[in-house]
């Protein structure tokens, strides 16, 4: 198993450009989230899914939009980019309804903004 | 509003010697408590965990405990060693927030040879 994975790594963008950051997960969880993490900060929840078709706001949600046409896939589109929404981004799957339901991350894709 | 809190941004100790981590939190809802560590340039990746029900959880050199009324919690790492350098974050879960999980600020552990 691959686990989380993310594209891409880097990426610098100008303000006022769009991208998708690309996320699969090949663990068949129905859960999945995107975080960003600012330096000295712990993670913040931009936006989840508790399954395909389904996403919801999380705790920072502005500036950034998700869809979720299968199980494995979740991409985050910025439009429009600004500085503050330079940070380092995590995509995360889990199922809650088993164990612990600990989140499993991907490695992560830093994002400049200049 | 911090729901969940890390108020030490670093630690500094020997190897061999004990590595105290605390976590406090305010949300009486949240029943269960997570640790992940993150190494520079990985996600983070899950330590070890704990229900509300229980007050300690042990794993290897790895040990939570929680302090249901003072609304904290702490990981113990004995013996420290310098592979454990990373930064640490709590996390809770629970109440309206099923399945999400609300993060620390974490704490960055630098274990000395």
């Known amino acids: 198993n691959a686990g989380v994975t993310q594209t891409p790594k880097f990426r610098i963008l100008k303000i006022g450009q769009s991208m998708t950051l690309q996320c699969t997960q090949d663990?068949?969880?129905?859960?999945m989230y995107w975080y960003r993490q600012d330096p000295g900060m712990g993670l913040k929840l931009i936006y989840y899914?508790?399954?395909?078709?389904?996403?919801d706001k999380g705790e920072v949600p502005n500036g950034y939009n998700v869809s979720r046409s299968t199980t494995e896939d979740f991409p985050l589109r910025l439009e429009l980019a600004a500085p503050s929404q330079t940070s380092v981004y995590f995509c995360?799957?889990?199922?809650?309804?088993?164990?612990?339901?600990?989140?499993?991350f991907g490695p992560g894709t830093r994002l400049t903004v200049t | 509003d911090q729901q969940v809190k890390q108020n030490s941004p670093s630690l500094s100790v020997q190897e061999g010697r004990i590595s105290i981590l605390n976590c406090d939190y305010t949300?009486?809802?949240?029943?269960?408590f997570l640790w992940y560590k993150k190494y520079p340039a990985e996600g983070p990746t899950f330590l070890i965990s704990?229900?509300?029900?229980?007050d300690k959880n042990e794993d290897g050199r790895f040990t939570v405990f929680l302090n249901k009324s003072a609304k904290h919690l702490s990981l113990h790492i004995v013996p420290s060693q310098p592979g454990d350098s990373a930064v640490y974050f709590c996390?809770?879960?629970?109440?309206?927030?099923?399945?999400?999980?609300?993060f620390g600020q974490g704490t960055i552990l630098t274990v000395h040879p």
């Open positions: 995360a799957s889990s199922y809650p309804h088993l164990g612990t339901g600990e989140q499993y």
């Open positions: 663990m068949n969880h129905n859960y």
């Open positions: 704990i229900s509300s029900i229980k």
């Open positions: 996390a809770a879960s629970g109440g309206t927030s099923y399945g999400k999980l609300t």
């Open positions: 949300n009486s809802m949240f029943d269960y």
């Open positions: 899914s508790v399954g395909a078709g389904i996403t």
